[in-house]
Structures are given as C-alpha cells and as structure tokens.
C-alpha cells in the first residue's frame, strides 16, 4: 500500500469547513483513498473513499486531485464531535485487505 | 450498516492470568476478521489476521503462543492473552470486512476493548 502524509494536528472553529490534507505521490493506478476517523477511546469508523472523482456522503466530502497525489477530506459544518484523529490510507479495494494506519491527523473542533 | 461488537469493553486482571477478547459480527458473515493493539496516544497496530476455519497470520514481532486467536465461525473471532503482564495492557481492537454493495473494501471496527493488567 502506498504510503500517506498527513498533518499531525489541526484546529477548525465549530460550525465552519474542516479541510484535511493528504498527500500520497506514491499511489498506484488501482489504489483507492480511504478515510476513517477514530474518535477517543472507540474503534476507528469509516468516513468515505475514492479513486479518482470527488466523493460525498452524508458526512463528509472527499476531494482528490486530478494527479491523484493528494486528496482532502471536508467536513463541511464541523461539529463538537466531529473531534477526532482522521487516518488517510491508501490501498487496492481488491487484493490485501489489512489496513496500515499511519499517524493521522488530531483535529479539534473548538466552541 | 454492518455491526461489530466487541465484549468485554474493559478487563482489568492479575498478571499471570488469560484474558479472552470476543469479537462478533452482528449482521454479516466475516471469513476475515483483524485485530489491532493501540497504546496511548500511539496509532493502531495491526497483530494478526483471523481467516475462519484455519490458523490465524501473525504481524512481525507478534507472539502467536501470548496472543491465541481463534476462528471458529464466520461470525466469531477471540483472541486470548495469555499470562498477560503489564506491558500487555492495552487497548485491543477488531475489525471485519463489510461488503458494501458498491463492492468497497470497508472495514467495520469494534468499540475496542480495553485490557488493564494489575
């Protein structure tokens, strides 16, 4: 799996757009981006994934670049808890179905 | 949307006994099941794979004899501790594959359990 870059931190006002960043220059043709997010002292959840064209579901946007190297995750009205470590993480949707977690990054959502 | 759940959510023991983690999906079949290990402030580590009806696969340094995992159907996966000591207090997550009909590879994660060893 390719690997990811995040920011380790980030602080977002409530109720404006959190925008987090990922970079993966290293992504393969058939390896999608995947965001989970896990919130303190419970299991990680999945968020939203892509390949190549923008995403949205119920909560969040996701926004990858045509050169596929980088993406960003928005929460569009950040919320209290929405406080949470965001992981980005590369991988094939077929193929090895393990996920590797890297750092993430820590964002806060401030009142 | 899938469910995992994960019993006991905490476990506090003496050093030198086995703790036994249990993991279940709740409204799907999961042939594969994976668990982590998580230190404070720390990321997921993943320990091992669980494949249902055969012998789980380890992660590089895990001890396979320490963590005993078992998979005995396709909606049931344990990991036990044995003779767990401090060092080995931490908290343990599962995780399952969700088929999503967009045939996304989702993995559905547990509450985690969180083992503290006395």
């Known amino acids: ?17 959190a925008n987090l960043p990922c970079n993966h220059s290293t992504i393969s043709g058939n390896e999608y981006v995947y965001w989970y997010r896990q919130i303190h002292s419970q299991g990680p959840q999945y968020i939203i994934h892509g390949l190549k064209n ?3 579901n119920e909560m969040a946007s996701l926004i990858i670049t045509e050169d596929r190297k980088s993406s960003t995750l928005i929460l569009p009205h950040a919320t209290l808890r929405d406080t949470a470590v965001y992981y980005c993480i590369v991988r ?3 193929g090895n179905e393990k996920l590797t977690f890297g750092t993430g990054t820590r964002l806060t959502i401030i009142p | 949307g899938a469910v995992v759940s994960q019993h006991p959510s905490w476990v506090i023991c003496k050093s030198g ?15 594969t099941m994976f668990w982590y290990r998580q230190f404070p402030k720390q990321s997921l580590m993943l320990m091992a794979t669980s494949n249902e009806g055969s012998k789980a696969t380890y992660e590089q340094g895990v001890e396979k004899d320490k963590f005993l995992i078992n998979h005995a159907s396709l909606t049931l996966s344990t990991l036990t501790v044995t003779s767990a000591h401090p060092e080995d207090s931490s908290f343990y997550i599962c995780s399952a594959r969700d088929w999503r009909p967009s045939g996304a590879n989702v ?12």
Do not use: H, W, Y
Not at chain 1, 8 to 16: F, H, I, L, T
């Open chain 1, 92 to 94: 094939a949707i077929l």
């Open chain 2, 107 to 118: 993995l559905t994660f547990g509450a985690g359990s969180r083992l503290t060893v006395l």
């Open chain 1, 54 to 56: 923008n995403e949205t």
């Open chain 1, 1 to 17: 799996d390719a690997k990811t870059t995040q920011p380790p931190s980030m602080d977002c006002a409530e109720g404006r757009a």
């Open chain 2, 17 to 31: 006994t086995s703790v036994k983690i249990e993991c279940r999906s709740l409204d799907f079949q999961a042939t």
